[in-house]
C-alpha cells in the first residue's frame, strides 16, 4: 500500500453525502477513464509484454464497475453526465517527465497514486454512508483499489530499479498531497 503524504480533510465526506447523487455520477466517469487509462498502456506499450495482461484485466475489471455505478445511478433515477475534466488528475499528469522510459514510469506510478488515494476516499464512504449495502459496496470498491494502486508499483519493479522508483514515488507523492489539499471540496472522487 502506498502511503500518502495527507489524508483528506474530513469535510470531503461531508460534502459527498451532502451530494451523493453528483457523487455517484462523477464516480462512474472515474470508472470508465481507469479503464481507458489501463488500455491506454496497452495501446502505447505494446512491446512491454509484462503490461498487457494485468492492464488488460485490470480494464476489464474497471469497466465492470464503471457498470456497476451505472446500476446504481439508473436504480435511483439519476441520469449519467458528461465526463468533466479531471483537475486533480490533471495536474497530477503535469508532473509526468517526457521520454519514453521516465514517461513509462510516471505514468504507472501516476496510475498508482491516483488509486491509493481513491482506496482511502472511497474507504471513508464505506465507514460514513447511512445505507449498509451502499456501504458494503464502497467496501468492495476500497478492496479492489488496494490491489490496483499495488499493481501499478509491481509492474513498474519489472521495468525500473526500485531506488528510481522509490525516489520518483516520493516526488510524485509530494506533489499529490499539495495538490489534494489545494483544490476545493466537491462531491467528487478527486
Known amino acids: ?15 459527498v453525502l451532502a451530494d451523493f447523487p453528483a457523487f455517484l455520477q462523477d464516480h462512474a466517469a472515474c470508472e470508465r477513464k481507469a479503464s ?11 512491446d512491454r509484454s509484462a503490461l498487457l495482461d494485468p492492464m488488460i484485466a485490470l480494464a476489464r475489471e474497471e469497466l465492470e464497475h464503471f457498470h456497476q455505478v451505472v446500476r446504481l ?22 508532473h509526468v517527465r517526457g521520454g519514453r522510459d521516465p514517461r513509462l514510469l510516471d505514468r504507472l506510478l501516476v496510475a498508482g ?15 460514513h454512508h447511512p445505507d449498509p449495502e451502499m456501504a458494503a ?3 468492495d470498491i476500497t478492496r479492489s483499489e488496494a490491489r490496483h494502486q499495488g499493481l501499478f508499483v ?5 521495468y ?7 525516489t520518483r514515488l516520493g516526488e510524485l507523492l509530494d506533489a499529490e498531497a499539495e495538490i489534494m489539499l489545494g483544490l476545493p471540496l466537491h462531491p467528487m472522487l478527486h
Open 1 to 15: 500500500m502506498l502511503q500518502l503524504r495527507a489524508p483528506t480533510p474530513k469535510a470531503w465526506v461531508e460534502t
Open 137 to 139: 459496496f464502497y467496501r
Open 36 to 46: 481507458a487509462t489501463a488500455m491506454a498502456f496497452v495501446v502505447r506499450y505494446p
Open 113 to 127: 497514486v491516483v488509486e491509493a488515494r481513491g482506496c482511502e476516499r472511497f474507504g471513508l464512504v464505506a465507514e
Open 154 to 158: 509491481r509492474l513498474a519493479r519489472g
Open 160 to 166: 525500473f530499479e526500485q531506488a528510481e522508483i522509490t
Open 73 to 94: 445511478l439508473q436504480a435511483r433515477d439519476i441520469p449519467l453526465t458528461p465526463d468533466r475534466k479531471d483537475a486533480y488528475v490533471g495536474s497530477l499528469l503535469r
